[in-house]
C-alpha cells in the first residue's frame, strides 16, 4: 500500500485550515503513487467529514482522555501504534509548534527519514522528494529519502487548499488508544493577548522596523492590520530596541513567514530579515529612504514617512473595503 | 549536578550563501562561523541553572571539524566547566546521525541531568537533533523554551515553551530532560578577560564520531543545493502627493497583485 498520512490540526473544535491545504497537496501526490490520503486527529473536530472534498478518504480520530492538553510522547506513542496498523509509506504533517515538536520525535521512532518546513513536496520515480529552504532561506535543497516511510513537515501557506471533489464525505473511524504514562505535563497554558493568527500561519503581514521609533508607535501598525485582518510582525532591530516582543520578530533568529501579502513598514531589509520573509507572495516596503534595500526585492513600494503613509493606507482600505 | 549542554558551530547571520558548482552544498571559504545563535542561550541557561543548583559541572558538547573548538571555547570562556569535541571527519551526517552521535556521546557520559541546546541550528534549519535526542536516549523533552525554573527540590523544573500566537504552555518535568532554547530564555552574558584565559587551561576531550555512531547511517540526503529565485524590484511611487500614492498602492494590491 502506498498510502499517504496527514497529521492534522485542530483550532477551536474544527481542522486547520494548514491541515486542509496539506491534505490537497497529498491528493495530488497520492494520485502519482496510487494511494489514498488518510488524516489523522487527536481528538474529535466539527465536520472532520468534510476533508472528504480535498480527497481525504479516511480521517483516524484518535481520542484519549489524557491527551486533551498536547502531550509530546503521548501523542507519539499513538501515532506510532496507528502507522504500524496503517503502514502508510508517506506521513505529512505541518510545521506549526506542535508539528515541529512531534515530527522529529516521530520519525525517529518509526526509523523514518524527515524533511522539516518544506516549501514544496513532489514524487519523483515513486519516491518523494521534498523542497526545504535551508540557512533560512537563502538557499534551497532538495531532500531525498532511503527510508521506507518518508516524512515531511510544511509551512503554512505552502499550499492552496483545493477542492477536488465537492460535498464527499471522509470516511470517520474513532479510535481509543492509550498514550501510555505521560511524564512532562502541561501544569497551564497563558494565553496570549491576540486573537490573529499566528505570524507563521498568518495570510497576510504588517510589520514595522527601527524607524517606528518606540513601542506606542506599533499602533499604527495594529490599526492597519485590522482592517485588512493581518498580524503584526517586527524586524530584529525593533525587538532589539524593545519596541516589540520577540514573539513578533521576523527573521532568521526570529520567525520565518510565508504569506501571501507582507508589509513592510521602516524596514531597510537587512539579509538575516529577508531570510525570513522572502517566500512571501507580494512583497510592499514603505521607507523613507529610497536606498533601502528592501526596494530592490519589493513587488510595490512608497517612499514616504511611514507615519503620514501607513495611517493613509488604513482610511483607504477601510473606504475600498467597505464598498 | 552533570549539565551539558549541545552547541554547533554554524555560519555568522550576516553571511551570504554561495553555492558550490557541482550544486553539493555551499562554499565555506571566508565564511565566519560563530556559535549558532540559540546556543548561545543554552549556555546561559546551563550555566545560570549550575549557579541556582549552588554547584554542579556544565559540559559543552559539539560536533564537527577541527574548527568547531572555537565554538567550545566560547562557552569555556563564558563559564562551562570542561568540553568534550566529537570529530566528524569524513562523516555525511543527517540529523538522525547527528542524534545518534550526540545521544551516545551523552550516554558514555552518563549521569546528565539537564541538557540545554538551541531550538534549532540556523545552517541547517532542520529542528530536529534535539528531539531525536530525547527519543533516542528515552527522555523528556521540551521545545521553544523561554522559561526554565528550577524546581525547589532540584530534581526537576517549570518550563514555558512558546506555542504561537502569544500563548505558552508551563510544563513541570522531572529531570533527566532535554530543553530546547528559544530566544528571550536569557541574556547570555560576554566572556570576560579572565574567563577566556581560563578557558584555555579547562579540560577538552576528543571523541571520534564515527566510533559513536556504530550502524547507524543517514535517513534522508540533501541534494540540487541552489540560491532562491531572485526577487526583482517591482513599482515604486515616490514623489507624489501620500494620500495619491496611498490611494494608487491600495489600488494595485486589489486589482493588480490581488491579495486584498
Known amino acids: 500500500m502506498s498510502n499517504i498520512l496527514v497529521i492534522g490540526e485542530l483550532g477551536g473544535g474544527k481542522v486547520k485550515k494548514v491541515t486542509q491545504e496539506l491534505a490537497s497537496k497529498a491528493a495530488e501526490l497520492a494520485g502519482k503513487i496510487g494511494g489514498e490520503v488518510q488524516v489523522a486527529l487527536i481528538g474529535n473536530a466539527q465536520g472532520a467529514e468534510e476533508l472528504g472534498s480535498f480527497g481525504v478518504k479516511k480521517v483516524f480520530q484518535i481520542t484519549s482522555q489524557k491527551l486533551e492538553q498536547y502531550n509530546t510522547e503521548g501523542t507519539v506513542k499513538v501515532l506510532a501504534e496507528l502507522v504500524a496498523e496503517q503502514k502508510p509509506s508517506i506521513i505529512l504533517g505541518t510545521a506549526s509548534p506542535m508539528g515541529r515538536d512531534l515530527l522529529p520525535r516521530l520519525a525517529t521512532r518509526l526509523e523514518a527519514g524527515l524533511a522539516s518546513d518544506c516549501t514544496n513536496l513532489d514524487i519523483v520515480d515513486g519516491k518523494l522528494v521534498a523542497t526545504r529552504p535551508i540557512y533560512s532561506g537563502k538557499a534551497i535543497v532538495d531532500v531525498k529519502f532511503e527510508t521506507a516511510i518518508q516524512m515531511a513537515s510544511t509551512r503554512p501557506n505552502s499550499f492552496v487548499p483545493q477542492v477536488v471533489a465537492a460535498g464527499a464525505k471522509a470516511e470517520l473511524v474513532a479510535l481509543a488508544k492509550d498514550p501510555g504514562e505521560l511524564r512532562a505535563l502541561i501544569k497551564e497554558v497563558l494565553k496570549g493577548k491576540s486573537d490573529k493568527p499566528d505570524l507563521t500561519e498568518a495570510s497576510i503581514i504588517v510589520s514595522g522596523g527601527r524607524a517606528m521609533k518606540a513601542a506606542e508607535n506599533f499602533k499604527i501598525l495594529l490599526e492597519l492590520a485590522d482592517v485588512i485582518g493581518a498580524t503584526v510582525g517586527a524586524s530584529r532591530a525593533a525587538v532589539d530596541s524593545g519596541y516589540a516582543p520577540h514573539d513578533m520578530q521576523v527573521g532568521q533568529t526570529g520567525k520565518v513567514v510565508n504569506p501571501n501579502l507582507y508589509i513592510a513598514c521602516g524596514i531597510s531589509g537587512a539579509i538575516q530579515h529577508l531570510a525570513g520573509m522572502r517566500t512571501s507572495k507580494v512583497i510592499v516596503a514603505i521607507n523613507k529612504d529610497p536606498e533601502a534595500p528592501l526596494f530592490t526585492k519589493a513587488d510595490y513600494g512608497i517612499v514616504g514617512d511611514l507615519f503620514q503613509i501607513v495611517p493613509l493606507l488604513t482610511q483607504e482600505f477601510k473606504k475600498v473595503m467597505a464598498e | ?260
Not at chain 2, 554547584?55 to 563559564?79: D, F, K, Q, W
Not at chain 2, 523533552?141 to 525547589?152: G, H, N, P, S, W
Request: net charge neutral; charged share 25%; with cysteine.
Open chain 2, 1 to 260: 549536578m552533570k549539565i551539558a549542554v549541545l552547541v554547533k558551530q554554524v555560519p555568522d547571520t550576516e553571511t551570504k550563501i554561495r553555492i558550490k558548482g557541482d550544486s553539493s552544498g555551499i562554499e565555506t571559504d571566508g565564511i565566519k562561523f560563530v556559535v549558532n545563535p540559540y546556543d548561545e542561550y543554552a549556555i546561559e541557561e546551563a550555566i545560570k541553572t549550575k549557579e541556582k543548583n549552588g554547584g554542579g559541572e556544565v559540559i559543552v558538547v559539539s560536533m564537527g571539524p577541527a574548527r568547531t573548538v572555537e565554538s567550545i571555547r566560547t562557552a569555556l570562556a563564558m563559564g562551562a566547566d570542561r568540553g568534550i569535541h566529537i570529530d566528524d571527519a569524513g562523516l555525511q551526517a543527517d540529523s538522525h546521525v547527528t542524534a545518534k552521535i550526540l545521544a551516545a556521546a551523552l550516554q558514555k557520559e552518563g549521569g546528565v541531568e539537564v541538557i540545554f541546546c538551541g531550538k534549532q541550528a540556523i545552517d541547517g534549519d532542520c529542528s530536529q537533533v534535539v528531539q531525536g535526542v530525547a527519543e533516542l536516549l528515552g527522555i523528556s523533552q521540551v521545545m521553544i523554551a523561554v522559561k526554565f525554573d528550577l524546581r525547589e527540590d532540584k530534581k526537576g523544573a517549570l518550563i514555558q515553551r512558546r506555542i504561537g500566537g502569544g500563548s505558552q504552555e508551563v510544563y513541570d518535568v522531572s529531570f533527566p530532560v532535554i530543553v530546547g532554547a528559544e530566544k528571550g530564555l536569557n541574556t547570555p552574558r560576554f566572556a570576560s578577560l579572565p574567563g577566556i584565559m581560563k578557558a584555555k587551561t579547562k579540560p577538552l576531550a576528543v571523541l571520534k564520531a564515527a566510533e559513536l555512531l556504530g550502524e547507524s547511517k543517514p535517513r534522508v540526503s540533501f541534494v540540487n543545493y541552489r540560491l532562491p529565485p531572485e526577487r526583482k524590484a517591482g513599482k515604486i511611487l515616490q514623489g507624489q502627493e501620500p494620500a495619491q500614492m496611498a490611494a494608487e498602492l491600495v489600488k494595485l494590491l486589489r486589482e493588480e497583485a490581488k491579495v486584498i
